[in-house]
């Protein structure tokens, strides 16, 4: 790919002394911040306390008013502000995509201004659709207009993605959505987090989302930090009321650390059940009359995982068995510490394990739903 890379791979962010004035008042102050190479950091807080500043001044979107940002040891002021853009995926609510040009125009876009010929464009476009679960052929030709918010907040992750970059900024990308698309997104954004390994800011304001995708959380409030941690130190150690009202841990189960999977583990209702053997048609019927759009196969204990429409929908005539679109979740042990669990599904990208007691399936364990009841 043509695109000159500022940097191949994110050792470190770090944000030195930053502070941005607007009038009198601080919109950041004295902000001291350090983001690891491959890490998701959260940043959290109420509206206006500064998270939407401080992530801009990384791509210079703002400059500050002193301090510095230093990637990988660099001040960004040395890069040229329009490449450093190009070398950081950027992803906002509202993600304003060119209403008159088609969904595969607006992700090539900036991989026809790097250069790239047509049909380099068009293969990568494909590409990027396909890991935000956009099917290519129905989507490339269509105009924005013409897609749902969730799927508009798909092509703009697409188009962040297009060149590739080492760092992402995304500032609450899922805010606008309803809670429903937001967890399937927030699960498939997961996934392309595992898989792309790479480095990203991500603000939002919303707890639940933190610690669904956050390896560490930074808490701020009127324009400073006031704690950064992963999300088992901000609920057993908050620095001060505020912190522990953001993540409520004043409440139930302050003891989360003694529970165990078999503890919070739900049954699997066979309503949510497909068995092996059945053949793609019956399947995509079940789940089409059941409103699925994900099921667990269950079979033998080690065998059973998930399937999910898309997959059924793309795997047709290509007679593939339901058994082989299947895929793998992880289990787990009903004793296995509750903690541990979680740690394991967030760093899969997962947000749902099996629960296996006696070597026999007895449960699942959903990621989001303990951390609701939890915290
Ligand atoms: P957050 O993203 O946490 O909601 P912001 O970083 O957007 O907060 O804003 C922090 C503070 O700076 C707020 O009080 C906001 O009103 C103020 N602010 C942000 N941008 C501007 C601007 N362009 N002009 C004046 N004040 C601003
Ligand atoms: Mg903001």
Same mark, same amino acid.
């Given at each position: 790919?043509?695109?000159?890379?500022?940097?191949?791979?994110?050792?470190?962010?770090?944000?030195?002394?930053?502070?941005?004035?607007?009038?009198?008042?601080?919109?950041?102050?004295?902000?001291?911040?350090?983001?690891?190479?491959?890490?998701?950091?959260?940043?959290?807080?109420?509206?206006?306390?500064?998270?939407?500043?401080?992530?801009?001044?990384?791509?210079?979107?703002?400059?500050?008013?002193?301090?510095?940002?230093?990637?990988?040891?660099?001040?960004?002021?040395?890069?040229?502000?329009?490449?450093?853009?190009?070398?950081?995926?950027?992803?906002?609510?509202?993600?304003?995509?060119?209403?008159?040009? @088609? #969904?595969?125009?607006?992700?090539?876009?900036? %991989?026809?201004?790097? &250069?790239?010929? =047509? $049909?380099? !464009?068009?293969?990568? /476009?494909?590409?990027?659709?396909?890991?935000?679960?956009?099917?290519?052929?129905?989507?490339?030709?269509?105009?924005?207009?013409?897609?749902?918010?969730?799927?508009?907040?798909?092509?703009?992750?697409?188009?962040?993605?297009?060149?590739?970059?080492?760092?992402?900024?995304?500032?609450?990308?899922?805010?606008?959505?309803?809670?429903?698309?937001?967890?399937?997104?927030?699960?498939?954004?997961?996934?392309?987090?595992?898989?792309?390994?790479?480095?990203?800011?991500?603000?939002?304001?919303?707890?639940?989302?933190?610690?669904?995708?956050?390896? @560490? #959380?930074?808490?701020?409030?009127?324009?400073? %930090?006031?704690?950064? &941690?992963?999300? =088992? $130190?901000? !609920?057993?150690?908050? /620095?001060?009321?505020?912190?522990?009202?953001?993540?409520?841990?004043?409440?139930?189960?302050?003891?989360?650390?003694?529970?165990?999977?078999?503890?919070?583990?739900?049954?699997?209702?066979?309503?949510?059940?497909?068995?092996?053997?059945?053949?793609?048609?019956?399947?995509?019927?079940?789940?089409?009359?059941?409103?699925?759009?994900?099921?667990?196969?269950?079979?033998?204990?080690?065998?059973?995982?998930?399937?999910?429409?898309?997959?059924?929908?793309?795997?047709?005539?290509?007679?593939?068995?339901?058994?082989?679109?299947?895929?793998?979740?992880?289990?787990?042990?009903?004793?296995?510490?509750? %903690?541990?669990?979680?740690?394991?599904?967030?760093?899969?990208?997962?947000?749902?394990?099996?629960?296996?007691?006696?070597?026999?399936?007895?449960?699942?364990?959903?990621?989001?739903?303990?951390?609701?009841?939890?915290?």
């Amino acid at each position: 790919m043509p695109l000159k890379k500022l940097f191949n791979r994110i050792e470190s962010v770090r944000l030195e002394n930053i502070t941005k004035k607007y009038g009198e008042q601080f919109a950041v102050k004295d902000l001291n911040l350090e983001i690891r190479g491959g890490e998701l950091l959260i940043l959290i807080g109420r509206s206006g306390s500064g998270k939407t500043t401080a992530m801009r001044t990384i791509n210079r979107l703002i400059e500050p008013d002193s301090g510095a940002v230093f990637i990988n040891g660099t001040d960004v002021k040395e890069f040229d502000p329009v490449r450093l853009r190009r070398n950081i995926g950027y992803v906002i609510q509202n993600i304003g995509l060119l209403p008159h040009l @088609r #969904i595969s125009e607006n992700i090539g876009l900036l %991989l026809k201004i790097e &250069g790239l010929k =047509e $049909e380099e !464009i068009r293969e990568r /476009v494909r590409d990027l659709l396909n890991r935000v679960s956009l099917p290519p052929e129905s989507f490339m030709g269509r105009y924005p207009h013409e897609l749902s918010g969730g799927q508009q907040q798909r092509v703009g992750l697409a188009r962040a993605m297009a060149l590739d970059p080492p760092l992402f900024l995304m500032d609450e990308p899922f805010g606008a959505l309803d809670p429903l698309l937001r967890a399937q997104l927030q699960d498939e954004f997961s996934r392309i987090k595992k898989e792309l390994g790479r480095t990203i800011v991500f603000v939002t304001h919303d707890i639940n989302e933190a610690f669904r995708l956050g390896d @560490r #959380i930074a808490v701020m409030n009127n324009a400073e %930090l006031i704690q950064i &941690g992963t999300p =088992e $130190e901000l !609920i057993f150690s908050p /620095v001060n009321d505020l912190v522990a009202e953001i993540v409520d841990s004043k409440r139930k189960y302050r003891h989360i650390d003694t529970l165990k999977v078999g503890d919070m583990m739900q049954p699997i209702a066979r309503e949510y059940t497909l068995n092996p053997g059945l053949s793609l048609e019956s399947a995509l019927d079940i789940m089409v009359r059941k409103g699925l759009e994900i099921a667990f196969v269950t079979e033998e204990a080690e065998t059973s995982g998930r399937v999910h429409l898309n997959d059924i929908l793309k795997a047709r005539g290509k007679s593939k068995t339901l058994k082989e679109i299947t895929r793998p979740l992880p289990f787990f042990s009903s004793e296995t510490l509750l %903690l541990e669990a979680l740690a394991k599904l967030k760093s899969d990208g997962e947000s749902m394990g099996l629960v296996l007691e006696n070597n026999k399936l007895a449960g699942a364990l959903f990621s989001d739903r303990i951390i609701q009841n939890l915290i």
